[in-house]
């Protein structure tokens, strides 16, 4: 697999990034950086799924954004050398391909084309963020959770996903009971299947009909952008 952001630059624009690139692997659960911290590497995934999460004040955090290998992590922070907002958290486990920061930096300061590719990427992540985060506030659970699992069925490459109810309830924002009694509603309507510590999609197209809208928009955003969006295997 590769990294559908690098592979839609220029030959001249990979050339520029490609010596300073060197692959890493990420486990579920680990941290690529934190909000406050220094951000000093540029991520872009080749497999896995990584999180963005906001911190609230009760010390919880509820994601923001999901990005896997359609996108790059470490640049939405300012700065490009910046302290990060957010926190990034490998959701599911993968590789990447990773820029220093002051290469990354470097590289953009020598190629419009390269600013302009990442422009469009920010602007797509920025859109949904936004829907995100106008999405938990309006729309049920089961809108909501069924979204979510969509978004993740096209970064992951695969219809299991290792998870476990306490990371969906934690993702989301809400109560972990909360979270088994819809995902067993899915699962009666045989849109999912559950087991511990995983679940399968079944039905993609009946989980597009129990999503609300937001999903649907989100993917709009990157066909108007002309960015390659992420597809389920």
């Given amino acids: 697999?590769?990294?559908?952001?690098?592979?839609?630059?220029?030959a001249s624009d990979r050339a520029r990034l490609a010596p300073a690139l060197e692959t890493r692997a990420f486990d579920h659960g680990q941290v690529l950086f934190g909000e406050g911290q220094d951000v000093d590497a540029v991520w872009?995934?080749?497999?896995?799924?990584?999180?963005?999460?906001?911190?609230?004040?009760d010390?919880?955090?509820?994601?923001?954004?999901?990005?896997?290998?359609?996108?790059?992590?470490?640049?939405?922070?300012?700065?490009?050398?910046?302290?990060a907002a957010s926190q990034a958290v490998a959701l599911l486990p993968g590789e990447a391909a990773c820029c220093p920061a002051d290469a990354f930096s470097a590289a953009m300061d020598d190629s419009e084309s390269l600013r302009l590719?990442?422009?469009?990427f920010t602007e797509?992540?920025?859109a949904q963020v936004q829907q995100v985060a106008a999405c938990n506030a309006r729309h049920a659970l089961d809108e909501r959770l069924a979204r979510w699992l969509l978004s993740l069925h096209d970064r992951a490459?695969?219809?299991r996903f290792d998870l476990t109810q306490a990371d969906i309830a934690g993702m989301l924002g809400v109560r972990r009971a909360t979270v088994s009694e819809v995902g067993a509603s899915l699962e009666d309507?045989?849109?999912?299947?559950?087991?511990?510590?995983?679940?399968?999609?079944?039905d993609r197209s009946g989980l597009k009909t129990a999503a609300c809208g937001c999903y649907g928009q989100m993917r709009a955003v990157m066909d108007e952008l002309d960015l390659s969006a992420p597809k389920a295997a």
């Avoid at 590719?117 to 469009?120: E, K």
Wanted: some cysteine.
């Fill in 1 to 10: 697999m590769t990294n559908l952001w690098l592979a839609a630059l220029s």
């Fill in 44 to 57: 872009f995934p080749t497999a896995g799924v990584i999180s963005l999460m906001t911190l609230l004040d």
């Fill in 59 to 83: 010390d919880k955090r509820v994601e923001t954004a999901v990005i896997g290998r359609e996108g790059v992590v470490g640049v939405t922070c300012g700065p490009l050398n910046g302290r």
């Fill in 117 to 120: 590719a990442l422009a469009r």
């Fill in 124 to 126: 797509a992540l920025m």
């Fill in 157 to 159: 490459g695969e219809a």
């Fill in 189 to 202: 309507r045989g849109l999912i299947e559950r087991g511990r510590g995983w679940v399968r999609v079944l």
